[in-house]
């Protein structure tokens, strides 16, 4: 029997214990509902965004937000390559994350890209704690997005985001799309990722 879209959602939950709630239920889906996002929800996403970390709190996240039915979402989806074309535009909601390249003063800033992930995590788990979710992307046409926000001098395209409800898996026709989206979760284990020195794991 098809899993229903909240079935899935409580499939992909995290079983680490102690984990919090909107961390272990955030995951990245493909089938959105066509359900809208209020204003409220997206500006309180966009809020944890705002407060994200930053170095010398040069805050060099921007985001183009695209609601569907708006040129902006179009002009989003338009930078997508053909493989998220072929289902990001489920979604209602299309964000273009991007940074500002430069420090206040002037200076390249290396750190810029960083700290726009760290806005991006937060949208995640925020838009997760309200039971909206999000998928982001880096299949897009760098040039296209580039025209979209300015020259690269002074802006670096990140990343593209879909923002919505979880939607019925069927909406997926693709069958290696539709296999991963209903695929267990699986993350490399802690010893891979967290050494004491290179190649020797962290001990808890």
Not at 178 to 198: T, V, W
């Amino acid at each position: 029997m098809p899993l229903s879209a909240e079935e899935l959602h409580a499939n992909k939950k995290i079983p680490t214990p102690g984990m919090l709630a909107a961390i272990a239920q955030r995951w990245s889906p493909r089938a959105y509902s066509d359900h809208a996002v209020a204003p409220a929800d997206l500006k309180l996403i966009l809020e944890a965004a705002r407060w994200s970390a930053s170095s010398s709190n040069g805050q060099p996240w921007r985001f183009l937000v695209g609601r569907k039915g708006d040129p902006t979402f179009d002009r989003i989806a338009a930078t997508l390559v053909p493989f998220n074309q072929a289902w990001a535009p489920l979604a209602p909601v299309l964000i273009l994350a991007y940074a500002v390249a430069k420090t206040p003063h002037g200076n390249p800033n290396p750190y810029a890209l960083f700290d726009l992930g760290q806005s991006v995590a937060q949208i995640s788990i925020q838009a997760a704690a309200l039971g909206l979710a999000t998928h982001s992307m880096g299949g897009f046409d760098r040039a296209a997005a580039q025209s979209l926000i300015g020259p690269a001098e002074d802006f670096l395209p990140g990343v593209v985001l879909a923002l919505g409800y979880p939607g019925d898996p069927a909406q997926i026709t693709d069958a290696n799309l539709h296999a991963s989206e209903l695929a267990a979760r699986a993350r490399k284990p802690l010893e891979e990722i967290a050494f004491l020195s290179p190649g020797e794991p962290f001990q808890f």
